[in-house]
């Protein structure tokens, strides 16, 4: 999916949740919902809460301080924090540096192509030189 560099990421959340499939270790289709969601601070809003609420995925999301704060400010009416599993979301650590990676090349980096398919084109050959690599 891709989308305009000065759209805000958190707007796709839902749209990206929906293509999700994990794959079974046995027989049987794709599943469409992960066990738990790991993000940063930037999808720390009440929709993306409800929504994975809704869905029964755990999620792994650190809250934003000025929300801290608020809640904290509201004492009793404020709810309890949301929860957070810190072991969890040091192993989202992963994708960063596979996207670092694909950085590494010019053409991803800076995105030269004006059309959505044929960036994906090149993120997707970015991706299979990277692997040949391994």
């Known amino acids: 999916m891709v989308t305009p560099g000065q759209r805000a990421d958190c707007t796709q959340f839902e749209p990206v949740m929906e293509k999700i499939r994990v794959a079974r270790t046995g027989a ?3 599943r469409t919902r992960p066990d738990s969601v ?22 792994v999301i650190p809250e934003k301080a000025d929300q ?10 404020g709810g309890r924090p949301p929860g957070f599993d810190r072991e969890r979301y040091r ?8 996207i670092n990676k694909l950085k ?3 053409a991803v980096a800076t995105r030269y192509d004006k059309r959505g398919h044929v960036f994906l ?9 990277i692997w040949l690599r391994l």
Do not use: C, M, Q, W
């Not at 192993?91 to 596979?98: G, L, S, T």
């Open 121 to 129: 084109g090149t993120v997707s050959f970015a991706a299979v030189i």
């Open 68 to 77: 801290a704060a608020n809640r904290i400010k509201r004492g009793s009416h």
């Open 91 to 98: 192993k989202r650590n992963v994708v960063e540096p596979a």
């Open 104 to 106: 590494g090349f010019r």
């Open 38 to 59: 790991s993000a940063d601070k930037a999808y720390s809003n009440r929709r993306e809460r409800a929504y994975l609420r809704k869905r029964g995925i755990r999620r």
């Open 28 to 30: 049987g289709r794709p």
